[in-house]
């Protein structure tokens, strides 16, 4: 009888349906081999008094703070209680666009493009403050170098502006002979949509990418057009880790070294995200960095009215999609704490209701983690796995044939499974009744038709899917 081993390749929504590829891989994460199941949303902080828009931690030697924006307040996390404090400046903010925070030494800075960018000293602050008189109302905020970086200044008044600080202070936003300070004026590429620091600058525009690199006095930063014609959609789609910033371009996701600018979804996801994503409801997007999936994950409002994420392994170059219901993205770290102070502390008295495992990183303290926001609260994706399911590419063997077996091969679990089968490739895609696996792992199924598609919903506490052995035979034809 003859068998083929479908292995579960790369997704590729873009391609065809015969490609090889597969054709869905829902609420999962990329491995080198096969897919690993992308854990569950759990409440984590206690309520803010509005809506979070983002979040962020600051760490400085041993202290840890969690904090979050929304469209008039931010907030901090008591670490013992996990209640959301009100610690936004005196009279509140306005405006309507999310917060972008950032860590410079001991400070944390917050910019929302309607307010003077707010800073809070890390261990000694109870809330925020201007961090200048003279410091800029910017959209967005970076750090290169020794440097705090503002863009698109003034609520758009100055949409092509770049404005830096003096160095190594972030108090100083004069320019003049005793200070480094001073600003950049971007005259081609349209209005800055977003910024990403480091050692270089990116200051990402409507159709332009623009590197920012130190140079020292008189002119202190040297401004390199490294793409024109290309650049960011949104400032919320960009993501950094390392040297390497991610973001979304007109036609799709791409990411650039400063040097380099490349593709990551050509051919991939691109056009499955534009038919996915509301586009008008495109501000939304969050973007946060999965450093231990060693992922860069994109959450944003799809058509259908929930929140998609969009998950790629920049090591592996493989994508995946999540569901969820969490509204904001990004990443956190906590105080800890031990087994004898989670009553006390996080107030859990049964092992069965706790957001995570005791050996998770949101107990050891101190570890960065992937976190988000829903509506109000701080969740962490540390529970239960989401039901996932793994799509295969269509196969056939002959005119007509029939599938007779399957056997999922899923590490520490098992599968339900379905087939499609059809005719033609124009013929209606239906899935039959799910089928489960026995102890042994087979899963025994009569279908016929020309060409054969396999929904695999792994089952049980798994690990990694890494594809299905399918028994398929010809049959004659009337």
């Given at each position: 009888?003859?068998?083929?081993?479908?292995?579960?390749?790369?997704?590729?929504?873009?391609?065809?349906?015969?490609?090889?590829?597969?054709?869905?891989?829902?609420?999962?994460?990329?491995?080198?081999?096969?897919?690993?199941?992308?854990?569950?949303?759990?409440?984590?902080?206690?309520?803010?008094?509005?809506?979070?828009?983002?979040?962020?931690?600051?760490?400085?030697?041993?202290?840890?703070?969690?904090?979050?924006?929304?469209?008039?307040?931010?907030?901090?996390?008591?670490?013992?209680?996990?209640?959301?404090?009100?610690?936004?400046?005196?009279?509140?903010?306005?405006?309507?666009?999310?917060?972008?925070?950032?860590?410079?030494?001991?400070?944390?800075?917050?910019?929302?493009?309607?307010?003077?960018?707010?800073?809070?000293?890390?261990?000694?602050?109870?809330?925020?403050?201007?961090?200048?008189?003279?410091?800029?109302?910017?959209?967005?905020?970076?750090?290169?170098?020794?440097?705090?970086?503002?863009?698109?200044?003034?609520?758009?008044?100055?949409?092509?502006?770049?404005?830096?600080?003096?160095?190594?202070d972030e108090t100083n936003w004069t320019s003049g002979s005793t200070s480094?300070?001073?600003?950049?004026?971007?005259?081609?590429?349209?209005?800055?949509?977003?910024?990403?620091?480091?050692?270089?600058?990116?200051?990402?525009?409507?159709?332009?990418?623009?590197?920012?690199?130190?140079?020292?006095?008189?002119?202190?930063?040297?401004?390199?057009?490294?793409?024109?014609?290309?650049?960011?959609?949104?400032?919320?789609?960009?993501?950094?880790?390392?040297?390497?910033?991610?973001?979304?371009?007109?036609?799709?996701?791409?990411?650039?070294?400063?040097?380099?600018?490349?593709?990551?979804?050509?051919?991939?996801?691109?056009?499955?995200?534009?038919?996915?994503?509301?586009?008008?409801?495109?501000?939304?997007?969050?973007?946060?960095?999965?450093?231990?999936?060693?992922?860069?994950?994109?959450?944003?409002?799809?058509?259908?009215?929930?929140?998609?994420?969009?998950?790629?392994?920049?090591?592996?170059?493989?994508?995946?999609?999540?569901?969820?219901?969490?509204?904001?993205?990004?990443?956190?770290?906590?105080?800890?704490?031990?087994?004898?102070?989670?009553?006390?502390?996080?107030?859990?008295?049964?092992?069965?209701?706790?957001?995570?495992?005791?050996?998770?990183?949101?107990?050891?303290?101190?570890?960065?983690?992937?976190?988000?926001?829903?509506?109000?609260?701080?969740?962490?994706?540390?529970?239960?796995?989401?039901?996932?399911?793994?799509?295969?590419?269509?196969?056939?063997?002959?005119?007509?044939?029939?599938?007779?077996?399957?056997?999922?091969?899923?590490?520490?679990?098992?599968?339900?499974?379905?087939?499609?089968?059809?005719?033609?490739?124009?013929?209606?895609?239906?899935?039959?009744?799910?089928?489960?696996?026995?102890?042994?792992?087979?899963?025994?199924l009569r279908s016929s038709g020309r060409y054969h598609r396999f929904s695999?919903?792994?089952?049980?506490?798994?690990?990694?899917?890494?594809?299905?052995?399918?028994?398929?035979?010809?049959?004659?034809?009337?």
């Amino acid at each position: 009888m003859p068998t083929q081993r479908l292995q579960f390749t790369e997704w590729l929504p873009d391609q065809p349906s015969m490609s090889g590829a597969l054709i869905d891989a829902k609420n999962i994460f990329p491995l080198s081999l096969g897919y690993a199941p992308f854990p569950s949303a759990e409440e984590y902080s206690g309520a803010a008094s509005e809506n979070l828009n983002n979040i962020f931690v600051g760490k400085f030697g041993a202290d840890v703070q969690v904090f979050g924006g929304g469209a008039t307040k931010l907030f901090n996390m008591n670490n013992t209680t996990l209640a959301m404090v009100d610690v936004s400046k005196v009279g509140g903010y306005t405006g309507n666009t999310a917060w972008k925070f950032k860590q410079f030494g001991q400070t944390v800075l917050a910019a929302n493009n309607s307010e003077k960018i707010q800073a809070w000293t890390i261990g000694s602050s109870s809330a925020f403050v201007d961090v200048a008189a003279a410091a800029p109302v910017a959209k967005y905020i970076t750090v290169v170098r020794d440097f705090v970086v503002a863009g698109y200044i003034n609520s758009g008044t100055d949409a092509n502006k770049v404005q830096w600080s003096d160095i190594n202070d972030e108090t100083n936003w004069t320019s003049g002979s005793t200070s480094q300070s001073d600003y950049q004026i971007i005259p081609d590429g349209g209005n800055i949509t977003g910024l990403s620091g480091g050692e270089f600058g990116l200051v990402f525009l409507e159709s332009a990418i623009v590197r920012m690199s130190y140079i020292g006095s008189p002119l202190f930063f040297q401004f390199d057009t490294i793409s024109r014609g290309l650049g960011c959609l949104d400032g919320n789609s960009i993501g950094t880790y390392g040297a390497t910033t991610f973001f979304l371009a007109d036609d799709g996701f791409y990411k650039c070294d400063g040097t380099n600018v490349v593709g990551i979804g050509t051919d991939k996801i691109d056009r499955w995200f534009f038919d996915d994503c509301s586009l008008t409801d495109l501000n939304s997007m969050t973007t946060a960095i999965d450093p231990v999936k060693n992922l860069v994950i994109w959450n944003y409002l799809a058509v259908d009215g929930q929140r998609h994420m969009l998950t790629y392994n920049w090591q592996i170059n493989k994508w995946t999609r999540v569901e969820t219901d969490a509204t904001v993205i990004g990443t956190i770290a906590t105080t800890g704490t031990t087994l004898e102070g989670l009553e006390s502390v996080y107030g859990y008295t049964n092992i069965d209701t706790m957001p995570a495992s005791l050996d998770s990183r949101l107990f050891i303290g101190g570890k960065f983690l992937f976190a988000g926001a829903k509506n109000t609260k701080i969740i962490s994706f540390t529970g239960s796995n989401y039901n996932s399911e793994i799509i295969t590419t269509d196969v056939e063997a002959g005119y007509s044939s029939m599938v007779q077996l399957v056997r999922p091969t899923v590490d520490n679990g098992s599968a339900t499974i379905k087939v499609a089968s059809r005719k033609e490739l124009s013929d209606n895609v239906a899935f039959s009744t799910s089928a489960t696996a026995s102890a042994e792992g087979r899963v025994p199924l009569r279908s016929s038709g020309r060409y054969h598609r396999f929904s695999i919903v792994p089952t049980g506490n798994w690990t990694n899917a890494v594809g299905v052995d399918v028994d398929i035979v010809p049959t004659g034809n009337r």
